[in-house]
């Protein structure tokens, strides 16, 4: 649970991630910042006066025995030049759980308690220093998986989206004056509404882009959120090479005995710049071995969660009906059929690709994965395949799923007004709730209009520390 939303407390937290390294940092933000870093800082060379943004060399020490805890850089930050617009302490201390515990105790010790997960981001929103977009692109940020997912969350830290949504909550306050103006004189309404006017005005200038904005959600979030690949076929086909291959890993365990993988196996890799979540699954048999028959059935279900299904085939050996019957359960999903062992001589391969004739499948690739043969072309296929409905070029703005349901909510409500303006009499009264409904959706996506529900709900999904 988050505290309430604004609080006078300094608050505390490790902001590097647990585990060891060289430098860990404590970070403290609040009124009593730097009076607790008093408290437990003992500088190199003793000082009254310490000055905004400089790092300081010294000992953290325990104010009740004057134990020395750590050698330490410290640096206080003075509002409002900080991140939060409050004082800002950074304890930069060795990394180590229990070195960075014991300061962070101190530091309570002193007079901050913890902070909640998101609440540094929280303040800096809540102290006018970001917009909510913002505050939700720095988790993105973090979260980034892939180079273009980074640029995309860096593009709405920059307050690129921000800006595109006050101009159109610009454009709708513009038209709300008007209508309001109509209804303060209704006996000159039709003239001063112009219904003409508003209804270009808002099919040409703000429906478009809140439209191209919702597209943008779909075709730009398999950057952002990754996709789902799974890897199916028979036991002993190559499922599991495969994976260690796309992955460039040995993760999967690989051997000649069928049935190997009992269940399924998830790990996440990049293809072609794409955040892949693969998963090996179990090999598709009629068998009695009760472990290996739930891997079968678990293996079916991810078929329904799956983005792309890689159906794999043995060409060293001959079509089979069970070959037949497995692709009947992957056929009514996306998938790519792929002819593994082809480097195998003899093989199989031309009354495989007639075999898949009769099948009907005429798109399929040859591959070997043991020799690395046209490996390359299934990375460009599996590409090809899930952006091939979507748009050529990557979009520079693309909205999370809040924000999108937000955009949604304002196109509902400007499709409502322009239903009324559309009348033969047209009613301002009507036209105006519909677009302070608009504004208000728009408002939300960058905070302007908001719950504390929401804030809750949004930061803590941060990371403690941010």
């Known amino acids: 649970m988050q505290p309430k939303l604004y609080t006078e407390d300094t608050i505390a937290a490790i902001a590097t991630p647990p585990g060891k390294g060289a430098i860990g940092v404590i970070k403290i933000s609040g009124e009593e910042a730097f009076s607790i870093l008093k408290k437990i800082f003992k500088p190199f060379k003793p000082r009254e006066k310490f000055e905004s943004h400089k790092l300081y060399y010294g000992f953290i020490v325990n104010p009740r025995d004057s134990k020395i805890i750590d050698e330490v850089l410290v640096v206080y930050m003075k509002k409002p030049k900080t991140y939060t617009r409050e004082d800002v302490v950074e304890i930069y201390a060795h990394s180590g759980y229990y070195i960075l515990k014991k300061i962070l105790e101190l530091v309570f010790f002193a007079g901050a308690r913890p902070a909640q997960p ?67 004189f209704p006996e ?15 099919k040409k200038e703000i429906l478009p882009i809140i439209e191209s904005f919702i597209k943008n959600y779909e075709e730009g979030k398999i950057y952002k959120e990754g996709i789902s690949l799974v890897i199916a076929g028979k036991p002993n086909v190559g499922k599991s090479s495969l994976m260690n291959a796309l992955l460039k890993e040995e993760r999967a365990i690989v051997t000649p005995v069928p049935g190997t993988t009992r269940d399924f196996l998830e790990e996440e890799a990049t293809i072609e710049g794409l955040p892949v979540k693969l998963i090996d699954t179990a090999g598709l048999r009629e068998t ?5 028959k739930i891997g079968v059935e678990r293996a079916k279900k991810k078929f329904k969660e799956a983005d792309l299904i890689l159906f794999l085939v043995d060409v060293s050996k001959p079509p089979s009906e069970e070959d037949f019957q497995i692709y009947q359960e992957v056929k009514n999903f996306p998938h790519l059929v792929l002819l593994n062992k082809i ?15 009769e099948w009907k499948i005429e798109n399929f690739l040859e591959i070997s994965v043991k020799e ?3 490996l390359d072309k299934l990375t460009k296929n599996i590409f090809e395949k899930i952006t091939s ?20 909510k304002a196109k509902e409500f400007l499709l409502n ?12 009264e009507l ?23 929401l804030l809750s709900q949004i930061f803590s999904t941060f990371c403690i520390g941010k």
């Open 118 to 184: 998101g609440e540094f981001t929280l303040r800096a929103y809540l102290n006018g220093r970001i917009d909510l977009s913002q505050a939700e692109a720095i988790q993105e940020l973090i979260y980034a998986k892939t180079e273009t997912a980074l640029n995309l969350a860096l593009n709405n830290l920059l307050g690129k989206l921000s800006e595109k949504i006050n101009i159109l909550r610009e454009k709708l306050m513009e038209i709300l004056v008007q209508v309001e103006s109509a209804i303060d």
């Open 188 to 202: 000159e309404d039709i003239e001063i509404l112009e219904p003409e006017n508003l209804s270009i005005k808002i």
């Open 288 to 292: 009695e071995d009760i472990v290996e």
């Open 343 to 357: 480097d195998i001589i003899p093989n199989y391969l031309e009354i495989w690709k007639e075999k898949l004739l």
């Open 372 to 374: 690395h043969i046209n």
């Open 389 to 408: 409905e979507r748009a050529t070029e990557i979009p520079e703005i693309v909205p999370n799923l809040r924000q999108k349901l937000a955009l949604e």
């Open 417 to 428: 007004a322009l239903k009324e303006i559309e009348k033969p009499n047209p009613l301002p």
């Open 431 to 453: 036209i105006a709730i519909e677009i302070r409904g608009a504004l208000s959706s728009l408002s939300e996506i960058i905070g302007e209009v908001t719950t504390e529900d």
